[in-house]
């Protein structure tokens, strides 16, 4: 979400985002975003906003935008609607102390478990042994704490799963399965790897995608991975592997020819407007659908009387994907233009498709490489493929979905950062500490307290604020819009709007360490190794 965006809408609760980087998504680089508009633009993240309306009891970080945008949830908000199973993941790599951004994902993990959700929070600690060189023994400390601070604020580890990925077999399995997949150009052109990279980098980067698919190993489920927008290249390539390992594809097709997505959406066209030229509209005829493909491409195509949807395909699609379509229905010459659903075998054992084919009711046509079904709407294709697939032996992945949270501003301008204390908020900071963290940060207020009451302050650039709607403001709107509207009304200082926050930090910290203490037990009767037996 953009800083324009948030002013076109109310209550602008959310802060902005002052980090001075370009868009860049790397991640193990810095993790700042300068402008979030570039995320949907160049990389197809959607907004939140459009689905936020469907989601049951919005958690706050979704109604003050925090999080902005998301890949393909919908299928986990359906699943959460109907009561059907779902899952929720995320990963941690203990590098450092657990602070107030890893918050956020704590509480989007948390979040998804209450409503229902099966839930996995997992420590990555082969990725921050490869990739951030960190020894076993900081690794244990490090993870202890991040999985208390999980704990405190509601994990419940009875029901969800806890693991870290050096004691995961199924994981490193999984990893290796998916490996096969995908090569090194691939994680090159990804992730920039070079010939320098070492092995185990990519070995990280293969485990995390065994990480992100590793809730569907028992059944195939919409799960979402909740990560800062730094972490997209991992989810778009889970997608993708996910996709690969499917054994069966699911089209809709018009002929028996092959033909590429967007060929077929020329096919698709032609057939809708075949009305207009076929002799038998109830059969039109391939080589009917060419000609009249080939004359529109010198006439007008509206005043052939065709529009809409058919007139847009026709002028978005390359020339020369028309031509190749063309010349494919030309081929095909007698041969009706009929609607039906195909299923590509991509990657199915033999007698996974001679099981499809066999599963398959109604009329049929069957070819080297696919399978053309007439009597099947798309959704049950998918649903016979999939079941065909899982029992054959394959895994039946859905494409993982995701949600993007805004980063945190450091305390200090700039990013947050885990190497910088003045920055962030450690959730282990003595309390005292975090109240002077608090009280020496950055403002949005104005040169004097005059310029401020006539002004107003700039809460949208203000990290005091951001505190409040992230963090201190906790589940109450109305109050983070109250300092927000004061803010920016001129009718609250920084000292006191500073005073009020330290106070509660210092409040929220006192009591989240207390939790700490009383789930420690809770962590040592949970289901995960707290010490690595592993050297180096
Ligand atoms: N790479 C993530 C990070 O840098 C950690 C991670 C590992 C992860 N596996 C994951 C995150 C799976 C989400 C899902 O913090
Ligand atoms: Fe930030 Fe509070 Fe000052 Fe507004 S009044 S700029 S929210 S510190």
């Known amino acids: 979400m953009t800083g324009d965006h948030e002013r076109a809408k109310e209550p602008l609760t959310d802060g902005g985002a002052a980090g001075a980087d370009e868009v860049a998504l790397d991640p193990w680089g810095s993790s700042s975003v300068s402008d979030y508009r570039k995320l949907f633009e160049e990389f197809g993240i959607e907004t939140f906003d459009e689905l936020l309306e469907d989601v049951p009891h919005p958690h706050y970080l979704m109604r003050r935008g925090v999080i902005f945008g998301h890949r393909d949830y919908r299928p986990v908000l359906e699943a959460m609607a109907e009561d059907e199973p779902f899952a929720v993941l995320s990963g941690f790599m203990p590098t450092g102390d657990p602070h107030i951004g890893h918050k956020l994902v704590f509480d989007e993990i948390i979040w998804h478990q209450q409503q229902g959700g099966d839930a996995y929070a997992l420590i990555a600690d082969l990725e921050a042994h490869a990739a951030r060189g960190l020894s076993w023994d900081e690794i244990d400390e490090h993870a202890r704490d991040y999985l208390l601070s999980l704990l405190a604020l509601g994990f419940d580890p009875e029901e969800g799963t806890l693991y870290r990925q050096s004691t995961n077999r199924e994981v490193q399995d999984l990893a290796f399965e998916l490996g096969i997949d995908a090569n090194f150009s691939e994680l090159g052109a990804i992730y920039g790897f070079d010939g320098e990279t070492d092995v185990a980098h990519m070995q990280s980067v ?16 919409p799960t979402v991975i909740p990560v800062g927008p730094d972490q997209d290249p991992h989810v778009r390539l889970a997608r993708d592997l996910a996709t690969r390992m499917r054994f069966f594809g699911v ?9 590429t997505d967007t060929e077929l959406e020329v096919v698709a066209a032609a057939y809708d407007a075949r009305e207009t030229y076929a002799e038998d509209p109830d059969l039109p005829r391939c080589g009917e659908a060419a000609e009249w493909l080939a004359d529109a491409e010198s006439e007008a195509v509206s005043a052939d009387g065709v529009e809409g949807v058919v007139e ?4 978005t699609v390359p020339d020369n994907v028309r031509g190749t379509t063309i010349s494919k229905l030309e081929n ?3 041969e009706p233009l009929r609607p039906r659903t195909r299923f590509l075998d991509r990657r199915a054992t ?34 016979l493929a999939r079941e065909i697939e899982l029992a054959n ?17 450091g305390l200090t301008g700039g990013k947050m950062s885990s190497s910088i204390p003045a920055s962030h908020i450690s959730l282990l900071d003595d309390p005292e500490d975090g109240y002077d963290k608090v009280k ?17 302050g700039k809460a949208d650039e203000c990290p005091v604020y951001e505190l ?5 403001a906790g589940d109450d709107d109305e109050f983070a819009k109250l300092v927000y509207d004061e803010c920016v009304g001129g009718d609250r200082l920084c000292g006191d709007c500073k005073e009020q926050a330290a106070q509660l930090m210092k409040e929220f910290l006192a009591e989240h360490q207390e939790k700490r203490e009383e789930v420690a037990d809770l962590l040592e009767a949970a289901d995960i190794e707290l010490e690595s037996t592993r050297r180096g």
């Open 393 to 409: 032996g394959g895994y039946g992945f859905l494409p993982p979905s995701s949600i993007y949270h805004r980063f945190m501003t």
């Open 206 to 221: 293969v485990t995390q995608m065994a990480d992100i698919l590793y809730p569907q190993l028992e059944e195939p489920k």
């Open 251 to 259: 089209t809709t097709a018009y002929a028996s020819f092959e033909a």
């Open 312 to 315: 847009d395909v026709l002028e």
């Open 332 to 334: 095909a010459g007698m």
């Open 440 to 456: 020496a940060a950055t403002t949005g207020g104005r040169e004097t307290a005059e310029l401020q009451r006539e002004l107003g």
């Open 350 to 383: 033999d007698d996974a498709f001679a099981a499809l084919i066999e599963t398959i009711d109604g009329e049929k046509r069957v070819f080297d490489e696919h399978v053309d079904a007439f009597d099947l709407v798309h959704d049950e294709a998918e649903a």
């Open 468 to 472: 409040y709607a992230y963090l201190l």
